[in-house]
Structure formats: C-alpha cells, structure tokens
C-alpha cells in the first residue's frame, strides 16, 4: 500500500519568499530518507527554478495571485508540483535555445532554468497555458523504502 | 541572505559574495556588476561563501565573462562550490569560466596570472 505525506505550501508571488520556498520543501524531503543530501540539494535548485519561473510570470501578467507548492512524499519519489497563473510559456521557445554545449548558448543568459530542472530532477513535466504553469519535478529513491 | 563586497587588491577587482545568488538577490548582484568600473580588466568573483547558485545567477556571471571577453579582459571564479562547478559542466560552460580554489590563487600570486589571454596557474 502506498503511502503518501503531503506539505503544501502557498507563497505571496514576490522573490522575498523564494529562500522560504525551497527550505520547505527541502525540509520536508529531509524527513523521508529517501533522498541524501546530493539529492537534496537537486531538489532545493529544482524547486527554487520552479517558484523563480513563476514569479517571473506572475510579475509578467501583472497577477498578484499566489504561487502554490505540494511536496508529496511516497514510498519510492518526492513529487513537487509547483503552480502558477501567470500568462504561461512557450516550451518550444525554450527548445529552440541553442543547445547547452553550443558555444552561441552563451549569447543567452535567461532561459537556463528549464534545462536546469531537467537535468537536477529524474523526471520535470511542464504543463503551460494562457491560464498559467504548472510545473511538477519528481525525484525517485535509489531503492523502494519500507514503511 | 545575499551580501557583496568589492575591493581592489593589487591589479584585481574582487568581487566576494555570501548567501544564495538567486532571483531574489540578482538586481543587487546586477547593479554592483553594472556599477564595476569602465575597463576593469582583471575581475574575480570568490564565490566560496555562496550557498546556492540559481540559472539567474549563472546567467549574471556569463554576461559579466561576455561583458569582460569584449574588451579583452577575463573573469575568474574562485571556490566554487562543487553542485556549480558541477551544474557549468552540465550546462556545457564548465570550460567557460576559468576557476581557481581561492582569491590567493590569482591575487598576489607572482606567476599566476599572465595577463588578457594567459593562464591561471592551477
């Protein structure tokens, strides 16, 4: 039987909260011995990339609505859902950056954060509209854990 | 809590920062970088006091590496904390910036630095 611990959490859209963000969620992985600290540290960049982003979008579409976080923690993952409503991105924008070991990528400052989720997480899936983003990071154990 | 100091020692401006370099500490980091003097040449960033460094960061620091490259002078990145160092890599810029264990590596070091387009010593 699966058992699931749910922290959610839902922050004022401003980068104030951006430290307080990704310490909670790293707090709570924390308690599940999933994850060791190279791990959590993956998830502290992850989750700090996905509250950045959709700050930036709601600072975009000029919405002060709020930015909310659910950390679940399962028998074998920690899954971030991170969620926004902003204006939304185009992914395939994102896509069309040169790649990472271009050396034209350099020309681009922004963009990186997207990559960066992908490459410190073991699965990102970003679902992107003119509603919002929704942004959801999981990180799998090495081995099932018991209890 | 993101902090930055900057200081001059011998030929070098030294940038040295504490805390995360994230989104939320990138317009300081921004106006302290636009605000570095016109033409400085030789700028190490000692980001061994730097707890975590975000894609806005990262990008920060390539424009300062562009911005420097343009007129010929360089960036060096001292104690970098080894998830960057890891995450440049990554990001296929691990070879982008040159980087040293500590400010003493190119500070003060007599042969460590050989001018625009010279080598840091390891």
Same mark, same amino acid.
């Given at each position: 039987?699966?058992?699931e611990?749910?922290?959610?959490?839902?922050?004022?859209?401003?980068?104030?909260?951006? %430290?307080? +963000?990704?310490?909670?969620?790293? =707090? $709570?992985?924390?308690?599940?011995?999933g /994850?060791? &600290? @190279? *791990?959590? #540290?993956?998830l502290?960049?992850?989750?700090?990339?996905?509250?950045?982003?959709?700050?930036? %979008?709601? +600072?975009?579409?000029?919405t002060? =609505? $709020?930015?909310?976080?659910?950390?679940s /923690?399962? &028998? @074998? *993952?920690? #899954?971030?859902?991170?969620v926004?409503?902003?204006?939304?991105?185009?992914?395939?924008?994102?896509?069309?950056?040169?790649?990472?070991?271009?050396?034209?990528r350099?020309?681009?400052?922004?963009?990186?954060?997207?990559?960066?989720?992908?490459s410190?997480?073991?699965?990102a899936?970003?679902?992107?509209?003119?509603?919002?983003?929704?942004?959801?990071?999981?990180l799998?154990?090495?081995?099932?854990?018991?209890? | 809590m993101?902090g930055?100091?900057?200081?001059?020692?011998?030929?070098?401006?030294?940038?040295?920062?504490?805390?995360?370099?994230?989104?939320?500490?990138?317009?300081?980091?921004?106006?302290?970088?636009s605000?570095?003097?016109?033409?400085a040449e030789?700028?190490?960033?000692?980001?061994?006091r730097?707890?975590?460094?975000?894609?806005?960061?990262?990008?920060l620091?390539?424009?300062?590496?562009?911005?420097?490259?343009?007129?010929?002078g360089?960036?060096?990145?001292?104690?970098?904390?080894?998830?960057?160092?890891?995450?440049?890599?990554?990001?296929?810029?691990?070879?982008?910036?040159e980087?040293?264990?500590?400010?003493?590596?190119?500070?003060?070091?007599?042969?460590?630095?050989?001018?625009?387009?010279?080598?840091v010593?390891?």
């Amino acid at each position: 039987m699966t058992v699931e611990r749910v922290v959610e959490l839902t922050i004022p859209s401003s980068t104030d909260y951006l %430290a307080l +963000a990704r310490s909670v969620v790293v =707090a $709570a992985a924390a308690t599940w011995p999933g /994850l060791g &600290d @190279d *791990r959590l #540290e993956d998830l502290r960049l992850s989750v700090s990339e996905a509250c950045a982003n959709a700050i930036e %979008a709601h +600072a975009l579409a000029g919405t002060e =609505a $709020a930015v909310r976080i659910r950390c679940s /923690l399962a &028998d @074998d *993952r920690v #899954e971030v859902e991170v969620v926004d409503e902003g204006g939304g991105f185009d992914l395939d924008g994102i896509d069309a950056l040169p790649a990472a070991t271009d050396p034209e990528r350099l020309e681009h400052e922004s963009g990186l954060g997207i990559p960066l989720m992908r490459s410190h997480s073991d699965h990102a899936e970003f679902v992107s509209s003119s509603e919002g983003t929704n942004v959801r990071l999981v990180l799998y154990a090495p081995s099932p854990l018991a209890g | 809590m993101f902090g930055m100091e900057i200081s001059e020692r011998e030929d070098w401006l030294v940038l040295s920062a504490r805390g995360d370099l994230d989104l939320s500490s990138a317009p300081r980091l921004a106006t302290a970088l636009s605000g570095l003097p016109h033409g400085a040449e030789r700028v190490v960033v000692d980001l061994s006091r730097v707890d975590l460094v975000d894609a806005t960061g990262i990008g920060l620091l390539v424009g300062l590496q562009q911005r420097l490259a343009h007129h010929g002078g360089r960036l060096v990145l001292a104690g970098c904390p080894s998830p960057l160092v890891d995450r440049l890599a990554e990001g296929g810029m691990g070879g982008v910036f040159e980087s040293v264990d500590s400010v003493a590596a190119v500070v003060g070091a007599p042969h460590g630095w050989n001018g625009p387009g010279g080598e840091v010593a390891p």
